[in-house]
Structure formats: C-alpha cells, structure tokens
C-alpha cells in the first residue's frame, strides 16, 4: 500500500504542477487584457488633452479672450470624443465580423448551443465597450486644459497654466504608458513632454501666422 502511494505521489505533483502552470497563464492573459485597455485609455487621454490645449492656444493666438478660447476647447471636448468615439467602434467590429466569420469557416459554431456561442462572443472584442472607453478617455484628458484655463482672465496667466498643467499631465501618462509597455519611464516621459510642446508651439505659431496674414 505504501508502494502505491509513493508511486501515486509523483502523478498527484504533475497534476499539481499543471493546475499551478495553467492558472499562472489564465492570470498573466487578463493581466495583459488589462494592460492592453488601460494603456489604450491613457493614449486616449493623451490625445484629449494635447489636442485640446493645441486648439485652444492656437485660437488664443488670434482671439485672446477667455470665452472664445474655452468655447474651442469644448468644441474639440466635444469633436473629438465623438470621432475616437466612431473611429474605435468601427475598427473593433471589423475585428470582430472578422473573427466570428473565421469561426465560421472553421466550422466552430455549429456544434454551439445558445449559452455556448454567447460565451464565445463574450470573448471577442466589445466594439460598445472600445467606443466608450475611447470617448471617455479623450474627454477626461481634454477636461485638463479646459479646467486650468476656465477662471482665469489674464492671457498670458491663462496660456501659461495650460502649458503647465498639460506639461505635468503629459509627463504623468507618459510615464503610465511607458510603465505599461515595459519601456524606460523616463526617457519615454520626456519624448512625451516635448512632442506635446512641439505640437502646442507648432499650433500657437501656424495659428499665428495664419491669423496676421489677413486670411
């Protein structure tokens, strides 16, 4: 009897090894899953948040007051939420009829009953949820500069809180992003910040010209 537990023991540790390996797996895919949506939504934000600031120095360049510069920032709030908006729900369900016709091809779904296919359908990308969260995230990174500039008069304090409120915003998700992507935080941090005041100097300064030139 001791000689078939001992030799029982070595099938009980392979079993265990298993059920340890694949669980290791199961977590490290939705740690991935996670990360892929979390750093989606950081660029999301991103992108809100420079592309709004741009817009709205690049309109002070021309119209300093305070009114026309939060009403531009609220219209590319507004514009550009709905685009990332589209654009996401788009690209996702292409991905997704792509998928579910693969399925298909494979003969997968044949053999599927209600709860089995709603199951499976649950695992392909939401294009509902892809759009949201791309709204969402472009709209709280664009509220950033629209905040810091919304009580102040003065436009020169005005401009200067933008850039350094978007300045501290763009070091912080570019550090998350970088985190997320495995990459050097502070080098990528940088790379961030200074291509959000390239974009803004370039927009200020385009704006600018366009504006004196009597167009």
């Known amino acids: 009897m001791a000689a078939n537990q001992a030799n029982d023991q070595p099938s009980f540790n392979v079993a265990k ?19 892929q949506w979390l750093r989606a939504a950081i660029l999301g934000a991103n992108d809100g948040l420079l592309s709004t600031a741009s817009l709205m120095i690049g309109v002070g360049a021309v119209r300093k007051d305070v009114k026309t510069m ?20 788009v690209s996702v369900y292409s991905q997704y009829d792509i998928e579910m016709a693969q399925m298909k091809r494979e003969g997968n779904t044949e ?3 209600v709860e089995q296919l709603d199951a499976e359908k649950e695992k392909l990308p939401n294009p509902w949820h892809a759009a949201g969260a791309s709204a969402i995230s472009f709209a709280v990174g664009a509220l950033v500069p629209l905040l ?20 501290f915003a763009l070091l912080m998700f570019g550090g998350l992003g970088a985190f997320l992507g495995k990459a050097p935080i502070a080098k990528s941090s940088l790379r961030v910040l200074i291509g959000g005041w390239m974009a ?15 167009l």
């Open 17 to 35: 090894s298993l059920d340890v390996e694949q669980q290791t797996q199961n977590d490290e895919l939705d740690y991935t899953k996670r990360g």
């Open 148 to 167: 810091g500039a919304a009580f102040v008069k003065d436009y020169a304090v005005r401009v200067g809180l933008i850039i350094a409120v978007v300045s």
């Open 70 to 89: 939060i009403l531009s920032g609220v219209a590319g709030l507004v514009a550009g939420a709905c685009s990332m908006a589209i654009g996401e729900f």
């Open 200 to 214: 803004m100097g370039s927009t200020y300064g385009l704006t600018k010209l366009v504006g004196s030139s009597g």
């Open 111 to 113: 053999n599927m009953g």
